[in-house]
Nanobody, 114 residues
Framework: QVQLVESGGGLVQAGGSLRLSCAAS??????MGWYRQAPGKQRDLVAS???????NYGDSVKGRFTISRDNAKNTVYLQMNSLKPEDTAVYYC??????????WGQGTQVTVSS
C-alpha cells in the first residue's frame, strides 16, 4: 500500500526558511515532487525531481526553493528560503509511478506572515 507522509510545514515570517519532507512507502517512484494550493486557486507545481536527480521548478520559486531526494530513504525534501507571503498555501507531496498512476499526500500548511 502506497503512503506519503509529509512533515515540516508551519508558520514563518517573510524572509524565513522552512524545510518540507515527504517519506514514501510502498513503491519506488519515478518522479516525486511538491505542489501547492492557496485558497481559491488551482493546485500548481512547486518542484519535482526524478530518481536520476533531474529537477523542475515553478517559475515563482526558482532561485529560492531547492528540491532534493534521498532514494535510499524514498524521501523527497523541499528547502524553502526567502519565503514570501504569497508562498502561503497547502503544500502537497506528489509521487508518480507513471503519467497516469499518481499519489498524493495529505497536505501540510505553510503560512508566511508579512
Amino acid at each position: 500500500q502506497v503512503q506519503l507522509v509529509e512533515s515540516g510545514g508551519g508558520l514563518v515570517q517573510a524572509g524565513g526558511s522552512l524545510r518540507l519532507s515527504c517519506a514514501a512507502s510502498g513503491s519506488i517512484f519515478n518522479v516525486m515532487g511538491w505542489y501547492r494550493q492557496a485558497p481559491g486557486k488551482q493546485r500548481d507545481l512547486v518542484a519535482s525531481i526524478t530518481t536520476g536527480g533531474s529537477t523542475n521548478y515553478g517559475d515563482s520559486v526558482k532561485g529560492r526553493f531547492t528540491i532534493s531526494r534521498d532514494n535510499a530513504k524514498n524521501t523527497v525534501y523541499l528547502q524553502m528560503n526567502s519565503l514570501k507571503p504569497e508562498d502561503t498555501a497547502v503544500y502537497y507531496c506528489n509521487a508518480a509511478l507513471t503519467l497516469r498512476v499518481v499519489y498524493w499526500g495529505q497536505g501540510t500548511q505553510v503560512t508566511v506572515s508579512s
